[in-house]
């Protein structure tokens, strides 16, 4: 089943154009990496599926429904989790908080179950030790693995992730990737952009690689990685394997 189509979609910033005429799809239960250098439109097209931007022009469904047209963007958004570089968490609410005050204000969830569904998922990314932990004063790490499970509290149908590692000091970057590759191996649908290329070649079902606002490779991990058709791509690849 297909749970985002997007056609021919463009997207300018001023004169600059993004976009340059994307078609890109994402089925049920598949992890769809989106990789690709800087400034080459990746974020940007997960910033249109969550709606944070609107394309010029050009069709997204998710779910089947015309999501550009929306009445309500969010009730979209509730169905639709997503993870940023600098994790957006509330800095004056302790982690346990985090994650019930989404759900009892989006989904009017009781304080009970809130709370349920919340010390399930920080179990989950191994938080639960900290549930009174002022957010302030834990690591990159595991701000991260809090987003994640703030995010997961919703009932998302779908997970998009915009470089989660990158603002975090190496040895935080395994702990959040492992949650990852936990639900994945779980089913969830997930669309990440990210430069973890071993992420990429181990829990993807597929790459997609955009250069220049398009996409240039949509292929399985194997075949990226071992048999490039583009040139830019072979590039791409020497520059990241080589550092």
Do not use: W
Not at 8 to 19: C, M, N, P, Q
Not at 29 to 47: I, N
Not at 172 to 195: C, S, W
Request: glycine share 6%; with cysteine.
């Amino acid at each position: 089943m297909t749970l985002v189509s997007i056609r021919d979609i463009h997207k300018r910033f001023g004169s600059l154009e993004v976009l340059k005429g994307v078609d890109f799809d994402v089925q049920e239960g598949e992890v769809v990496c989106l990789l690709g250098r800087s400034g080459s439109g990746k974020s940007t097209l997960l910033r249109c599926i969550n709606l944070l931007e609107k394309p010029d022009s050009g069709e997204i469904r998710v779910f089947g429904e015309d999501i550009l047209n929306t009445k309500d963007v969010n009730a979209y958004r509730a169905k639709v989790g997503m993870c940023f570089q600098q994790f957006n968490l509330f800095s004056n609410m302790n982690v346990l908080h985090n994650c019930t005050v989404p759900q009892q204000r989006v989904l009017k969830r009781s304080r009970a179950e809130a709370e349920e569904k919340a010390r399930y998922y920080l179990q989950k990314v191994g938080m639960q030790d900290f549930l009174q932990a002022d957010v302030r004063m834990i690591s990159g790490g595991q701000k991260q693995r809090v987003a994640i499970a703030r995010a997961l509290c919703m009932d998302p149908k779908l997970m998009l992730f915009d470089e989660p590692t990158s603002a975090l000091d190496p040895e935080m970057v395994g702990e959040v990737l492992n949650v990852m590759k936990q639900l994945a191996e779980d089913g969830l649908t997930m669309v990440v952009v990210t430069h973890e290329m071993g992420f990429a070649r181990n829990v993807a079902d597929r790459i997609v690689f955009m250069d220049d606002g398009v996409i240039v490779e949509d292929c399985p991990p194997s075949e990226f990685f071992e048999n490039p058709t583009k040139e830019v791509t072979r590039q791409f690849l020497r520059h990241y394997l080589e550092n």
